[in-house]
């Protein structure tokens, strides 16, 4: 007779951001069931499909389970097996020998989408090893709203859906689909039902979208336009916050004066939206007390996103919105060890001078390198050599764009290490791979440093397979090889309990109690001011000359142009099933979604010849895949959606796994690059399609 179960309270993650409160049923060092846990702050008892066969991951009987060491030639898929001495003293040696040769800058560190703790442990390693260049997504994720919300306000002004709110406006953002941390679909479900309004921007009808009171189905990359054209009708009719305009922003009469030139009829012709729905749609944002702005990762996908993010922020601030509850706030973190001590930031005192971005010009207080500039630096040398790359949590063939590039970079760097629970195309080129702990089996802090005001306990509820590492521990192991001992712990969960001490929690203690939330506090501005050069919503941009940025947003063009031979628009959506390129081999997700999938508009399917579940070859100037039709009236007949994160873990190691067979981007180029974040063109681009 085996244990009886026992529940025990955990968080769900890495299946995206995170943040479901669940109730884990264990028996015999096994996870037997996942529900949602009824008590969850953020969840009250939903989850989604990834999130209840989320266990699968750890007992697939191809999981990394030992240390690997490459055996043939870098991407020839041979592997030996070496104890854990091993692998940590081959990847410090390299590390130190890069190091002596062309110094600490020459060693790249690597995350993904912020997973867990373990993201700013490595920036800790970074920081202690003595390289200025942690290389992440965040040139298409999360940097350009972060910090051009820093820039315009002093914050990052996140969608307050906790609160009441007259009207949600979801631009950009799928959160049925999706989980963006801290929006999960229960809370905005929760206001529509109690009567919110909706205003979904979307190329898509999506499922949110039919909930919708207005839906505006834009032209894919014309964000700013549409934003500005709001700002327009809300002047012009002057339904905008006066009180709050007048003593809270910076540059309101140049805004003014800079947005009559996007009128609505101007601006539907860029956009497509009849310029009726944009008035509407304006008119109705601005009287609704409060309203918030639900603003997700579609719009920072373009070589345009600074004026994107910036339009956005401006409507907020115009309406009076920031900073009230039910609006866009800025959510304060509970009392808990700051990101700079963490991440010991005060050992890269010229960090901002000396990283890859600084070199091109990237935006102050964007800390971690563009992969498109990583990629240069490794390909070209330029502005100096990069040799050596340490990841974890990410999966650069696939999630970066241009993967060719990827590829010859991977190829052509001396040393690279890998931190996985599965071998993935990218895992595949590495010299040394370490088989990872997971989910449900490490002890973890969730949403530290992401800005949404809360921390979220990941207790562990069983135990590893032998081999199988904590990522932290890995690094605090070879953090103590490659720098000063003294910046790592004898017991590498000592970080977690750093981290808590200024709350007065242990671990185990902040495990019990769940999650802990920072003090809501609103309308801090009327004694404080905004943390801006000005004080004040900076409209227009106090520091545009000092820092080399736009003053004021505006829209100049495409991010691509139209061209005749490749009539469609290739645009992207995330799926509800998979994160990125990950879990394609947990077999109850992959049932789900057994292949990747591009919508097409009926009509425009008919022009083609293609059918419902027919091989379609999707081809833009930079490359070619096939993905199957789903023929659908969803989108616009001029716009396509392709599935991105596609590689095929049935595959074969040697060719990585299929790795260009479906992969959005082999579609995708970094020849053309946004100033700011260094973000490529991934969506917005011209394409044509034939039956393959
Ligand atoms: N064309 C296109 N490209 C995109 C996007 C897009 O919309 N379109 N989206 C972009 C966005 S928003 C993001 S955030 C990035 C994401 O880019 P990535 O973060 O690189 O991709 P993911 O698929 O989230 O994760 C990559 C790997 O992390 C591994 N992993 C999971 N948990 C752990 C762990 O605990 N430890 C370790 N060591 N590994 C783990 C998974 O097995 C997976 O192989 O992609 C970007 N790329
Ligand atoms: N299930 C699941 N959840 C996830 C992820 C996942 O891969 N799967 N990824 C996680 C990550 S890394 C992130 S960053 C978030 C992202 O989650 P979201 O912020 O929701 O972003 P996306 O899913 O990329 O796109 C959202 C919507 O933008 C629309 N869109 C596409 N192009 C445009 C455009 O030009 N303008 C406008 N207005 N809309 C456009 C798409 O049709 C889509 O409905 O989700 C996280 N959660
Ligand atoms: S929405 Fe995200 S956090 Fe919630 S159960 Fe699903 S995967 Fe987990
Ligand atoms: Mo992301």
Redesign the pocket.
Known sequence: MGEQIRWIKTHCARM??GGCGLLIGVQDNKIVQVKGNPKGYLNRGYTCF?GRVSADRLSHPDRLRHPLMRAGKRGEGKWKRVSWEEALDECAANMLSIKAKYGARAFAFGVG?PKGLEHLVMIRLANTFGSPNVVASQDV??APREVSGMHTCGFYPVADLHNPTSLIMS?????L????EGQIAGNTLQQLKNGTRLIV????R?ELATKADLWLQ?R????QALALGFLNVIIEESLYDKDFVARYTYGFEELAFHVKQYDPETVSRITWVPAQLIREAARLYAVAKPAALQW????E?DINVFDATRTLLCLMAVTGNLEVPGGNINAHDPNIMGIGEFVRADLMPNKRKEMIGAYHGTIPRMMTVPPSYFRQAVLEGSPYPVRGYYGICTNPMVAWADSQATYEAFMKLDFVAMAEIFMTPTAALADIIFPIAHQYEINDIGHYGIGHGMILARPKVVEPPEECWPDIKIMNELGRRVSSPENWHDDYEDFLEDLLRPSGLSYSEFADKGYLKGPDRFREYEEKGFRTPTGKVELKLSTAEKFKLKPLPEYVALPEEDNPDYPLIL??????????SSYRWVEKLRRKQPDPVVEIHSETAAVYGISEGDRVLIETGHGEIVQMARITDIVHPRVI?ASL?WWFPEGDASQQYEWKKSNYNMLTSMNKLGKEFGTPNI??IPCRIRKG
């Not at 894919?220 to 964000?223: E, L």
């Not at 997700?296 to 719009?299: L, T």
Request: charged share 20%; net charge positive.
């Open positions: 995206d951001h990834k989408m994720c999360h631009w950009a953002s799928n959160v689909s999706t989980n963006e921007v979307d190329p898509r999506t834009l894919p990359g014309t964000a997700g990762n579609a719009i996908h645009i992207s959506a995330k799926s509800r099933y998979y994160l990125v959606s994160g969506k917005n």
